[in-house]
């Protein structure tokens, strides 16, 4: 077992002969396993040298090798959920030389992307989808008339997420040849339970006790009152020594627990049970961060890894002194809920990425983690706050996306005291799935909402507070990573609601910038001689200070990291309309696309929202810059 991150590539013989899973396919069976051991080492050495998720991937190396060596793929369709754990799914299918490009502009994905590969089936990134893809590939595919094998692996955490049970639902009903494998990685493995349900999982997912089970109940279910005995006999025998009696109600024909690390196990069930007819259900336990020790031990806070720099190498500026942003959310959360006992601390599964821990510690009678299930932990604050409670979602700016009809209609509607802390808003490098680029926009146009978006620590300190001190639902939407290091007062002060602050007086332009746009935005003032205004509020805006601007400037130039369609600057637009001011706008955002993943200060910059990049669009439109200098 590895006890460390090796910095040297290493030897992989049996790996490196294998481009695509028909060559896995031509194994010797009793060589996988020595391809696992391979596989894992690759593993551990691609993801040290980018940063990544790797210990979900550890976790499921010996069944991603059993599904493609059992599995025609790409003909077979395997939908990976979420994808954390798809790494050694990209090893396996001809991306191994292209893992030290991921999460890089221009790499490799960090989850599975259909414009990536053919055996990326699904596009994915938020959790629980896979159920509902597969099932809709294997309907497809039963239309088509095509004989093809479909299977989903969803983890356990995943499972937790109302998507998913409606998904199982449906399948029953359908009747579809689908498999649903269960990645249990929280579940321990014992010695004498192993064995005993590694002989259960081999009885149940053979074709001969299928075939049995099923011959029986045709002869039985002519005599009724044997039938009944026999149907509750099965059920209650399987309640005592299976945990899958739910899935059986479901509609599923369940199989396992198997052993995830035991590959003749697992390629021997899943060879039994890919041609059954109907929706069949695989119980799999793993163990997530397989075969590196700290991992092991601490699979929660080793679910990614950061990249480790080579010996001798520059040590990077970090800025360790100066909190996260998350972090600045986490310490005003325990002084809050110091001071008031009606303060309740609600997450949907991200209690150390929301910087929940010490909350969770101190407060654990008001700390709820909810799992993945967005949409219950927006209800489940509007219940609260009915009842007088003071609830703070802290969920990140792309998962409350999930929960956006409840935000609506339990709690804006209801006009109820619940507020939102919204993380990672903007751009991130995980691309596309992660990025939070649109909630300015779905907010704003929600009626009884304010909605802030704080320019640095001090701020999201003070609106925080503002937002839990207004009787009403209130949304502070903050950046992932660090902020500009300004000091963070102890103090907490409600800001006037719907006021603005300026930050530099100048001429000619006026640049209104929300949130994380106001430090650049300062560069580009200085540089252009304008006038900058940290807006603060998206929702109300600062009317009076907008029409001022409106007087005194030549220009007005909006700069949000959101989508310029619908967005903050679309808000003053229509403000300066309704009120007959006829004013030269420019909006700056992000352009009508989804930003790829790669460094997300690379990527602001190539959209223009970086000092240089303000200051190229405001000249253009002025007309004192050359076409070149235009970012339009």
Known sequence: MASEIPLERPLTPLLDAIETPSELRELDPHRLPELAAELREYLLWSVG???????AGLGVVELTIALHFCFETPEDLIVWDVGHQAYPHKILTGRRERMTTMRQTGGLAPFPDRTESAYDTFG???????????????????????QRRVAAVIGDGALTAGLAFEALNHAAETGADLLVILNDNAMSISHNVGGLSRYLARVLASRFYASVRGAGKRVLSSIPPVAELARRTEEHMKGLVLPGTLFEELGFNYIGPVHGHDLEDLVTSLQNVRDLPGPQFLHVVTQKGRGYEPAEKNPVGLHALTKIE????????????????????????????????????????????????AFSERFPERYHDVAIAEQH?????A????????????????????????????????????????????????????????????????????????????????????????????????????????????????????????????ERVALLAFGSMVTPSLGAGDELDATVVDMRFVKPLDEDRILELARDHELLVTIEENVVAGGAGSGVGELLANAGVSVPLLHLGLRDGFPPHGNADAELAEQGLDTEGIVAAVRARLGSARPEQSTG
């Open 49 to 55: 040298r980018t940063g990544g998720h790797f210990g």
């Open 310 to 357: 080579p010996p001798g190498a520059e040590p990077k500026q970090t800025g360790a002194n100066t909190p996260k942003y998350s972090n600045v959310f986490g310490r005003w959360l325990v002084d809050i809920a110091e001071q008031d006992e009606r303060v309740v601390g609600i997450t949907p599964a991200m209690r150390e990425g929301s910087d929940l821990v």
């Open 124 to 146: 994915v990134g938020h959790s629980s989808t896979s159920i509902s893809a597969a099932l809709g590939m294997a309907l497809a595919a039963r239309m088509q008339g095509r």
């Open 377 to 381: 932990a927006v209800t489940l604050a």
């Open 383 to 506: 219940g609260l706050a009915c009842e007088g409670a003071k609830p703070v979602v802290a969920i990140y700016s792309t998962f409350l996306q999930r929960g956006y009809d409840q935000l609506i209609h339990d709690v804006a509607i209801q006009n109820l005291d619940v507020t939102f802390a919204l993380d990672r808003a903007g751009i991130v490098d995980d691309g596309p799935t992660h990025a939070g680029i649109f909630d300015l926009s779905f907010l704003r146009c929600v009626p009884n909402m304010i909605v802030m978006a704080p320019s640095d620590e001090n701020e999201t300190r003070q609106m925080l507070y503002t937002g839990w001190a207004h009787e009403g639902p209130a949304a502070i939407r903050y950046p992932r990573g660090r902020g500009p290091g300004v000091v963070i007062e102890e103090e907490m002060t409600a800001l006037p609601i719907g006021k603005s602050r300026t930050v530099r007086d100048g």
